[in-house]
């Protein structure tokens, strides 16, 4: 898996959601989910609609912890799975492929395709940062401590070990170094 970062910039987040909302809803709304859940791509691909109507939390099993947890739905979300799903069944998934089973059943879109939706997405919108479906989870979690400063519940949030790997994990620590780093030798100006 390739090593990305969060969308550290809010002028960023909104040009992702702009274009997505413009040109594809699944897609938005598989952003959408990505930076308010902050669930690993893999959850949020096996969502259905009954998962998240007239809720206002998702519980899920999660795939990789074999843990159950709960995450509230903002009420931006909320009004857009709203509209989303309203001519949609309660089994469907929510990011539904055009690809069928082998018997002719739904399927959700796969991590690849999820993948190529935020490469392309990038590209479309000129983001050159490290991109990929994890990009979601982690802008969420660097979002959450900005604006928190909390990264004792985002540490149990995200079930790491330390602080510092909660804060290597969003890229805080490279943030702190790349800043000092780009101040240390500054030539004075000469009179």
């Keep these: 898996m390739r090593y990305v970062q969060p969308i550290r910039d809010m002028d960023q987040v909104q040009e992702f959601m702009d274009y997505l909302d413009e040109t594809n809803k699944r897609n938005f709304i598989m952003f959408m989910l990505g930076i308010n859940l902050g669930l690993r791509i893999s959850d ?8 998240v109507r007239n809720k206002m939390a998702i ?3 999660e795939k990789k912890t074999g843990k159950y947890k709960q995450m509230i739905i903002s009420d931006e979300l909320r009004r857009a799975l709203k509209e989303y799903t309203k001519n949609m069944k309660p089994h469907d998934y929510l990011l539904r492929s055009r690809k069928k089973t082998a018997t002719g059943g739904q399927k959700p879109i796969s991590r690849v395709q999820a993948y190529r939706i935020m490469r392309e997405t990038a590209q479309a919108i000129g983001y050159t940062g490290d991109i990929g479906t994890h990009t979601m989870r982690k802008t969420f979690a660097y979002h959450f401590y900005k604006q928190t400063n909390d990264v004792a519940t985002l540490q149990a949030l995200f079930g790491h070990a330390h602080q510092a790997d909660t804060l290597r994990y969003i890229g805080v620590e490279q943030e702190k170094v790349e800043a000092v780093v780009n101040n240390l030798f500054r030539r004075r100006k000469t009179k």
């Design 44 to 51: 949020v691909l096996e969502l259905r609609v009954r998962d």
């Design 59 to 61: 519980k899920i099993y």
